[in-house]
């Protein structure tokens, strides 16, 4: 049966009840009759043989390129650049995508006979991956080549010795990525793509960069100004992120391109019933989600942590494809949209989403109130084309249960932030101008994001400019089932459950309004007319 | 009298103190120096004092011998090479596990296991005396220097093989690290030559992927065990041609082991037989290549199979 | 004449401990030796002393500690049992110089009130609270008026003290404000202790009464580059930004704070907590007293830093190694005398008359309570914090005399049992 379309469903009194994301766990509310619910496509086909598409595409480059193994021979510097651990979502089952091509690109550098081989996991400024992490993504094999010999780096932006400037865009914008990569004679990057933002000129020129670089385009105007960052066409992120990738080839850096692309076939079997549609679920769909829910409502909140960051996801290559950047991603955007696209014509006045307890900044880690924030006013926000799928001064009302909890390894800055920033101020500018840089040059934090796990110092802040185009567009943001004081802290508004968030929701839209359900994960993107 | 005994034998409580701690050295008298018999310097007669070779040859086949064969599943391959050795013999394999002297040890035939010693490397084996204790029970262990030819080892080594003792020894002079074989030293072929004794090439296969050096990892997997052709010294052939010669005849033993015994005996005439030391290439390069059954960790083995039905390499 | 008296009565010493560890800070109070008796006038001890009606008598974190038997054995022998507490009094004289005045009472009993001539050197320098005479001269042993049991103290229908330790009240100081002027002596003296020269990052543990008033005084009297004040409590953190604190911090937030402000790099524990910094804030001034405290402080002052004590501290076990190795001074501040100032030597209390003038103090008196419901009153300000209140004062003013200042919460009102709702 071939996968089905995605489509908007409208609410009427025979409609079941709707299942809905709460962080480490879901619900099933009721919806108001006459909402309508966005449903992704269902996830389509794999490829088949998805080694032999891998060898396929580097064999058959997209774009002015040279197929892989003719840019291979002996005595050259090769530089394998991957994404880091915040894709694919949830972690992806073994092998990982860039185990398969890693291997296939290795097995080409062995017979062509290149010796200097090093692999650079593009954190930009993300923390560090840990051994089993690193494990896990490019498999034991390319794991015992090349850790032991600390030929398996991850990027440092802090480390001025390690980092090169390559100039100044045409809009002044400084260009400064990692040196070993810049001065390779053959870069390769592995992306995956699962969002329409990942990858095209933005792998190298943010996953390489420093942060001399990277506040160009991970700012406040910038994020104002892309509507949405899921779409290149109209993204400003995109446009700074595609001058520097221009002056980067220009500057002499030769690059292969590999980017991938994913099915939307987030979850497992037993966790089925959250891919399906709720019509749609059998008696075994049924007895698994109370089986689920139950079991994690009583589980304490460490197990079902780890339950649920344990969870690897079966979903499988789509597409790959090889070659020069522009040509490439191209071909990748084609792909992302095959899975993804649902067509929704006009706006809602409000928009409501229930978050899970991922998103690419907490992976194996706690999900605190700042990436909350991201999450549903960054990321589920913004997967839209062409208008949003909220009005101008519309509502969006997120269900998640929004610990006050930081972990303390992974995010120190976002605890300083805040309780030191946000208590004193919300608004956007004014944390950029007053506490951005700070909390960038921080030896402290410099100290963690370079030896320990730790994001870096000003990665909060950017978690924050994410939400600067919803929170400018929005007219008030109510979280159902948060905590109270971590709501209030960010501004936003709490209540206790869906109805009463609705309550609220009209003081700002007015009596009856217009409700749409953003029903994702699994991912999908809104093509909004 | 009686009480001048008495007096003699009454202690004070400062006598007390000096009955019960050891006294401290008075400065006037003049001190040796502590005696080192570990090391090098360890005894290991006693070990070989008949009493001892009985418990360890019980201990040998009814402890040891079953518990390696619960977790290394050996093949034996060649047994049939030992048969027209008469008298001791030198048995040099490849080292890439704690676990191959033990295996070696066991998977010899009897009138062999119970007369074999196992040169061990001296300063990992007989650094501390219950250490050096264990391993002389044990494995009939005798300390060696890992590089050069210490000159007592040497003396006691050659002084056993003429009393009929065979002699396990590890020609690399220590574990393989990243999986390819190391350069095989003189020891073997210089006692050889002084001992007018045969050597026995041979190779074991799959212990790395069991317990790996370095790695404190237990994973039970199948292990086989090649012997080859007994070598003899040319007339004339000084102890480092002959050891270059054992190190080629592992690798003809590595070549059987990988592929299958007709085309290895094809690549040993042609001379085309995969380099016991694998390529000269970058380290990473050299991991790339190693045959599975060198891999540290199977898991990826299994992995790239599970992915491959059929193998590219049939 | 009516006054509370703290016998010496070792049963109920005990009895007092044991209840204010079990049920809590001030529960001690109804089985401890306080008691509320008739006492006759006191004896003149000497000329120069004059006779006080006291209008407000405050009580201090002291006088908690000793009623709930926390207070260290080093005072044994400067307390005279029995003794009337209460050494923060504003009251009227009879006779004397400043007969009829208004005054606040200097509450140190130094040279010139124990009749001790000369003077010994402490107190010719005007440093009365150094005075090394104490507890010799023509009075009983006694640290302070309210310690000793010659001079009565300001828990009581009268008390008597030396023409020396009278400061009067203008007319337009209010009751209230004026009962503040020796908490903010004690504050002010601490500050001065603190000895800035300018621009040094500073963090204040605390912010009860004490901890309010050093900050109040270190913004007025001195230049911090950057003032924190740690507080737990809603109330106290909105005092503390309004008398002149740059960020207010939650306690579980304070090394977080003092990292940030100073830009130091840290040590962690395993679970990632900061346990100490490698760096560190200029000046801590703990107005806690307790061991966590101290070794807040310890963990957060930077090498050759300073740390001033002027919250009580009794016997604390803290680990100075972190004293030893970073070559902290560890300073302790009580009382006050005289300070050296820009503009010349100062007397404590002048001081902190302008500083109750200009920072408003009055605003920090929360709630007055006869004599006769001295429990609640003690158990009240025992709970300060948690119950949204500053200073708890006993009034002794006859009904109708005394003028409410700004700010004051009447005992009973909707504002004294106030909590706000406030989250952090």
Known sequence: ?529 | MTRGVRGAVRLGGAGVRFVAERPAWPGGAAAPLPERSLGVDYDTAWARRYPVRLARAMFLDDVTRPILHLALSPRVIGLEHLDPVKGPMILAANHASHLDTGLLLSSLPARLRHRTMVAAAADYFFDRRWKAAVWSFGLAAIPMERSKVNRRSADLAASLLKEGWSLIIFPEGGRTADGWGQEFKGGAAYLAKRCDVPVIPVHLRGTRAVLAKSSSRLRPGATEIRLGDALRPHEGEDARKFAARIEHAVATLADEAESDWWSARHRAAAGTTPPFRGPEASPWRREWSLPDSARKDQRAVRDRRRRQPWSRDD | ?424
């Not at chain 3, 002291?62 to 038997?69: E, I, K, M, Q």
């Not at chain 3, 004289?93 to 040279?111: A, N, Q, T």
């Not at chain 3, 621009?199 to 009297?221: D, K, P, Q």
Request: hydrophobic share 40%; glycine share 8%; with cysteine.
């Open chain 3, 1 to 424: 004449m009516k006054a509370l008296q703290f016998e010496r009565n070792l049963p109920r010493f005990a009895a007092a401990r044991v209840a204010s560890a079990v049920a809590g800070s001030g529960k001690g109070v109804r089985v401890g030796p306080l008691e509320l008796v008739e006492v006759d006038a006191l004896p003149m001890p000497g000329p120069d002393w004059v006779r006080i009606r006291p209008r407000l008598a405050g009580i201090c974190g002291s006088d908690l500690a000793t009623l709930d038997g926390r207070s260290s054995r080093y005072f044994e022998q400067l307390v005279s049992f029995p003794f009337v507490p209460g050494h923060e009094i504003v009251g009227d004289v009879e006779g004397g110089r400043l007969d009829g005045r208004r005054v606040v009472i200097e509450p140190v009993l130094g040279c010139e009130a124990r009749g001790i001539n000369p003077p010994c050197a402490s107190c010719a320098a005007g440093h009365k609270g150094s005075c090394e005479r104490i507890a010799f001269g023509h009075l009983r042993p006694g640290l302070q008026t309210g310690y000793c049991r010659d001079t009565g103290g300001g828990w009581s229908a009268g008390l008597i003290a030396h023409e020396s330790q009278l400061h009067e009240v203008p007319e337009d100081v209010s009751d209230e404000a004026a009962v503040m002027i020796e908490p903010a002596a004690c504050a002010v003296h601490a500050a001065c202790a603190a000895d800035i020269a300018g621009g040094e990052r500073v963090m204040v543990l605390g912010a009860g009464t004490l901890g309010l008033c050093v900050i109040a005084a270190l913004r007025s009297l001195c230049l911090p580059g950057a003032l924190v004040a740690v507080a737990k409590h809603p109330e106290q953190r909105r005092l503390a930004r309004d008398l002149g604190a740059d960020q207010v911090v939650a306690p579980e937030e304070q090394r977080r704070a003092a990292r940030r402000l100073s830009g130091s790099l840290a040590l962690e524990s395993d679970n990632g907590e900061i346990e100490r910094l490698t760096g560190g804030v200029d000046l801590v001034v703990d107005c806690v007293g307790s061991a966590d405290s101290l070794q807040q402080c310890l963990a957060v002052v930077r090498p050759r830093g300073k740390i001033v004590l002027v919250g009580m501290p009794g016997v604390l076990k803290v680990d100075l190694a972190p004293l030893w190795q970073r070559e902290i001074e560890l300073r302790g501040a009580y009382a006050y005398g005289i300070e050296d100032r820009p503009e010349g030597p100062r007397v404590t209390f002048d001081l902190a008359l302008e500083l109750v003038r200009d920072a408003r103090l009055e605003r920090l008196v929360s709630a007055r309570y006869p004599l006769e419901r001295y429990e609640d009153a003690v158990a009240h300000a025992a709970s300060a914090g948690r119950r949204g209140a500053v200073k708890i004062v006993f009034d002794l003013r006859k009904a109708g005399a005394g003028s409410g200042g700004p700010g004051t919460e009447q005992v009973g009102g909707p504002q004294a049992a106030r909590t706000t709702k406030e989250a952090k």
């Open chain 1, 1 to 529: 049966m071939s996968p089905r379309p995605g489509f908007v469903l409208e609410v009427d009194r025979s409609t079941p009840p709707t299942l809905m994301w709460h962080g480490e766990g879901f619900r099933l509310e009721r919806l108001p009759v006459g909402t309508r619910i966005v449903y992704g496509p269902e996830p389509i086909a794999p490829l088949a043989d998805p080694d032999a598409a891998i060898r396929h595409a580097l064999d058959h480059p997209l774009g002015d390129s040279a197929p892989l193994s003719t840019l291979l021979r002996p005595g050259m510097q090769l530089t394998i650049a991957f994404d880091d651990i915040s894709l694919p979502l949830p972690p992806m089952r073994a092998p990982d995508v860039r185990q398969r091509v890693i291997e296939a690109v290795l097995d080409l550098a062995a017979a062509g006979g290149v010796d200097d081989v090093v692999l650079i996991a593009a954190l930009a400024l993300h923390r560090r991956m840990t051994d089993p992490e690193l494990r896990h993504a490019l498999g034991d094999r390319i794991f015992e080549a090349f850790a032991p010999h600390g030929l398996l780096l991850q990027h440092d932006a802090e480390d001025p010795s390690n980092l090169v400037h390559l100039g100044l865009t045409d809009h002044g914008e400084d260009v400064e990525i990692n040196r070993r990569a810049a001065e390779s004679d053959l870069l390769v990057y592995v992306n995956i793509n699962i969002v329409a933002m990942d990858g095209g000129h933005k792998s190298v020129a943010t996953g390489l960069a420093s942060y001399r670089s990277i506040k160009h385009h991970h700012n406040v105007r910038t994020m104002q100004h892309s509507r949405s960052f899921m779409d290149v066409r109209n993204s400003e992120l995109h446009t700074s992120n595609w001058r520097m990738g221009r002056l980067i080839a220009e500057a002499g850096v030769k690059l292969f391109q590999i980017e991938t692309t994913l099915n939307t076939d987030q979850f497992p079997e037993q966790l089925g019933f959250l891919q399906k549609r709720e019509w749609e679920w059998t008696i075994r769909d049924r007895a698994s989600f109370l089986v689920s829910s139950t079991a994690l409502d009583r589980s304490p909140g460490e197990l079902t942590r780890k339950v649920f960051h344990a969870v690897r996801a079966p979903h499988n290559l789509t597409s790959v494809q090889a070659g020069a950047v522009e040509a490439v991603h191209e071909s990748t955007l084609a792909n992302v949209h095959r899975q993804q696209l649902v067509e929704v014509s006009g706006q809602t006045d409000v928009l409501t989403m229930g978050l899970p307890y991922i998103c690419p900044y907490n992976v194996n880690s706690t999900m605190n109130p700042i990436l909350v924030a991201c999450l549903g006013l960054g990321y589920f926000f913004n997967l839209y084309r062409g208008k949003p799928l909220v009005r101008e001064g519309g509502v969006v009302i997120m269900s998640h249960p929004t610990p006050w909890e930081f972990n303390p390894v992974h995010h120190p800055s976002y605890i300083d932030f805040f309780e030191q920033v946000l208590a004193e101020t919300t608004d956007q500018f004014e944390i950029e101008s007053k506490y951005e840089e700070s909390f960038a040059t921080d030896p402290w934090y410099v100290h963690l994001y370079r030896t320990s796990y730790a994001y870096h110092g000003v990665h909060p802040f950017y978690m924050w400019y994410w939400c600067a185009h919803a929170l400018q567009h929005l007219g008030r943001v109510i979280v159902v089932g948060g905590d109270r004081a971590a709501v209030r802290r960010m501004g936003f508004s709490p209540a206790s459950t869906l109805a009463d968030a609705l309550e609220i929701a009209e003081d700002v839209v007015g009596r009856d309004p217009s409700i749409t359900h953003f029903h994702a994960p699994p991912v999908l993107l809104a093509d909004v007319t």
